[in-house]
């Protein structure tokens, strides 16, 4: 009989801290719900994070974890994986710990396509360690740490994970418990890595940074919600549309200036070629919506089932032995 899972069944006795209003809420009640859809069992699943507000994750989840040392969370998650691919495997981290120290770790993971889903929760600061800019912050941000403004261009995560030959990259906006679940849902079903960029607000050190993008008298006229098949169509009247002029984008008014229905395009998350995918990533709400959704879910073989099989290969060639055997295999000599 097929095991039915209730969000409650993921949630673990310790009490949750995170500051009153914070973002991590949204996606940790996300988590749950996508977790009981899934209805992967508890003991077969496992929640990795390195440093960081985000990264407390585990604690709350009634399923295997580790809270590892800063940075390294894709690198132990990588290591859980292979080591027992049966396991299903999430990473919790943040623009800070994932993008900076952990940077290196996150575009090898990526590159690999190793099947974990990476939860990178960006709130464009360093929240733990009390308010210092961090690699996704704007250009010209005051913070602890750039108390003049930053002088340095931001890490875009799109970019970096297509960069990476991400095949699977999706974003959502940490109050959002209506899709975020669904999203973290496909995340978990792609086979191999799957980052989710999610929207997520400090309400101490950062409040209000996405506030022109997601709050409520913005939010359908800043971004728009992809759906695999769909018109890119989005706006309070759901009158407006993404076309494509030349190489780039173009938000318009669909019924003005000639645009109908028809030059609207239809997203295809499943397309190989990562050119539109990341153009759709990249749109930053300024003259063009930010895109939520998943955005890009292209199947390549995963990291993992590939090390299964390469085991499997070499032990059909050489058969296992015990230590003794292996020791004493090859050159070999005694001394009396």
Same mark, same amino acid.
């Given at each position: 009989?097929?095991? =039915?899972?209730?969000?409650?069944?993921?949630?673990?006795?310790?009490?949750?801290?995170?500051?009153?209003?914070?973002?991590?809420?949204?996606?940790? /009640?996300?988590?749950?719900?996508?977790?009981?859809? $899934?209805?992967?069992? #508890?003991?077969?699943?496992?929640?990795?994070?390195?440093?960081?507000?985000?990264?407390?994750?585990?604690?709350?989840?009634?399923?295997?974890?580790?809270? *590892?040392?800063?940075?390294?969370?894709?690198?132990?998650?990588? %290591?859980?994986?292979?080591?027992?691919?049966?396991?299903?495997?999430?990473?919790?981290? %943040?623009?800070?710990?994932?993008?900076?120290?952990?940077?290196?770790?996150?575009?090898?993971?990526?590159?690999?396509?190793?099947?974990? /889903?990476?939860?990178?929760?960006?709130?464009?600061?360093?929240?733990?360690?009390?308010?210092?800019?961090? #690699? *996704? +912050?704007?250009? %010209?941000?005051?913070?602890? +740490?750039?108390?003049?403004?930053?002088?340095?261009?931001?890490?875009?995560?799109?970019?970096?994970?297509?960069? +990476?030959?991400?095949?699977?990259? @999706?974003? *959502?906006?940490?109050?959002?418990?209506? /899709?975020?679940?669904?999203?973290?849902?496909?995340?978990?079903?792609?086979?191999?890595?799957?980052?989710?960029? =999610?929207?997520?607000?400090?309400?101490?050190? /950062?409040?209000?940074?996405?506030?022109?993008?997601?709050?409520?008298?913005?939010?359908?006229?800043?971004?728009?919600?992809?759906?695999?098949?769909?018109?890119? =169509?989005?706006?309070?009247?759901?009158?407006?549309?993404?076309?494509?002029?030349?190489?780039?984008?173009?938000?318009?008014?669909?019924?003005?200036?000639?645009?109908?229905?028809?030059?609207?395009?239809?997203?295809?998350?499943?397309?190989?070629?990562?050119? $539109?995918?990341?153009?759709?990533? $990249?749109?930053?709400?300024?003259?063009?919506?930010?895109? $939520?959704?998943?955005?890009?879910?292209?199947?390549?073989?995963?990291?993992?089932?590939?090390?299964?099989?390469?085991?499997?290969?070499?032990? @059909?060639?050489?058969? @296992?032995?015990?230590?003794?055997?292996?020791?004493?295999?090859?050159?070999?000599?005694?001394?009396?």
């Amino acid at each position: 009989m097929e095991q =039915i899972y209730q969000p409650k069944d993921f949630k673990s006795s310790q009490l949750v801290r995170w500051c009153p209003g914070c973002g991590d809420y949204g996606v940790l /009640n996300s988590l749950f719900k996508a977790m009981a859809d $899934l209805g992967v069992a #508890p003991h077969n699943t496992a929640v990795i994070s390195g440093i960081g507000c985000s990264s407390r994750l585990p604690y709350y989840t009634n399923t295997y974890g580790f809270h *590892t040392i800063h940075g390294r969370g894709a690198a132990v998650a990588t %290591g859980v994986k292979v080591a027992n691919p049966a396991l299903s495997v999430w990473l919790a981290t %943040g623009d800070g710990d994932c993008l900076a120290i952990g940077g290196n770790h996150f575009i090898h993971a990526v590159r690999r396509n190793v099947d974990i /889903n990476i939860l990178l929760m960006n709130n464009k600061i360093y929240g733990l360690t009390k308010g210092q800019y961090s #690699p *996704t +912050s704007d250009r %010209g941000f005051v913070s602890k +740490s750039s108390p003049y403004g930053t002088i340095e261009d931001p890490f875009r995560p799109a970019e970096l994970a297509l960069g +990476s030959r991400g095949r699977f990259f @999706a974003r *959502t906006i940490d109050a959002d418990v209506k /899709n975020s679940p669904e999203i973290l849902k496909a995340a978990a079903q792609h086979k191999g890595t799957s980052v989710v960029e =999610i929207i997520l607000n400090c309400v101490i050190f /950062n409040d209000g940074i996405h506030e022109n993008i997601v709050s409520r008298e913005n939010r359908s006229d800043k971004t728009i919600f992809l759906r695999h098949g769909e018109k890119m =169509i989005f706006g309070k009247d759901s009158n407006k549309g993404i076309v494509q002029e030349g190489f780039n984008l173009k938000a318009v008014v669909i019924g003005e200036n000639g645009y109908t229905l028809d030059d609207v395009l239809t997203h295809s998350e499943t397309t190989s070629d990562p050119t $539109l995918h990341l153009k759709l990533a $990249l749109m930053d709400g300024v003259e063009l919506p930010v895109a $939520l959704g998943v955005i890009r879910n292209v199947e390549a073989p995963a990291y993992d089932e590939e090390i299964e099989k390469q085991i499997e290969k070499i032990q @059909a060639q050489k058969p @296992a032995r015990t230590l003794r055997e292996f020791l004493m295999s090859g050159d070999i000599w005694e001394i009396k």
